[in-house]
């Protein structure tokens, strides 16, 4: 026997709505043949242009080495252009191509659908509610690292 019943530990129900989350939006960006993370690097990319790999790794939540991965596979493809920095010549700025930008575009309807399909769910009450404990979620679990 534990000491805590698994219904009770709030961890694994946040576990099982991110991983319907990540289902839902994989089958949403995958009309536009990108995976989850390259959807959220080409999101970041449209919104911060020139962002560094490092900056871009803290932006979508994954480690430096898995979004050297995830840019490599978007350069192979031509959606992205990596250059050096003017300042920095070891720093590679990286910027969407117009073919990233195409398929940003499309991933990104799709993506929209599920999160208005998610916040539709809820009253914008029980919304506004729901981020307030999921941020209070992140600041408890951030302070037991």
Same mark, same amino acid.
């Given at each position: %026997?534990?000491? %805590?019943?698994?219904? +009770?530990?709030?961890?694994? $129900?946040? /576990?099982?709505? +991110?991983?319907?989350?990540?289902?839902? /939006?994989?089958?949403?960006?995958?009309?536009?043949?990108?995976?989850?993370?390259?959807?959220?690097? =080409?999101?970041? =990319?449209?919104?911060?242009?020139?962002?560094?790999?490092?900056? #871009? &790794?803290?932006?979508?939540?994954?480690?430096?080495?898995? %979004?050297?991965?995830?840019?490599?596979? !978007? @350069? +192979?493809?031509?959606?992205?252009?990596?250059?050096? $920095? *003017?300042? $920095?010549?070891?720093?590679? *700025?990286?910027? !969407?191509? @117009?073919?990233?930008?195409?398929? %940003?575009? @499309?991933?990104?309807?799709?993506?929209?659908?599920? *999160?208005?399909?998610?916040?539709?769910?809820?009253?914008? +009450?029980?919304? &506004? @509610? #729901?981020?307030?404990?999921?941020?209070?979620?992140? *600041?408890?679990?951030?302070?037991?690292?």
């Amino acid at each position: %026997m534990t000491s %805590m019943a698994p219904d +009770e530990r709030i961890g694994a $129900h946040i /576990k099982r709505a +991110e991983q319907a989350l990540l289902a839902a /939006k994989n089958a949403a960006v995958k009309p536009a043949a990108v995976t989850v993370p390259q959807y959220a690097a =080409l999101l970041w =990319l449209a919104e911060k242009p020139g962002v560094s790999a490092a900056a #871009l &790794a803290r932006l979508c939540g994954v480690t430096p080495p898995t %979004m050297n991965t995830v840019l490599k596979n !978007l @350069q +192979e493809r031509g959606l992205i252009d990596r250059t050096p $920095h *003017e300042l $920095h010549r070891n720093v590679l *700025e990286t910027r !969407l191509t @117009q073919d990233g930008r195409a398929v %940003m575009e @499309q991933a990104d309807s799709g993506a929209v659908r599920v *999160e208005r399909a998610l916040a539709e769910a809820f009253t914008a +009450e029980e919304r &506004a @509610q #729901l981020i307030a404990l999921l941020g209070r979620c992140a *600041e408890v679990l951030d302070g037991q690292r």
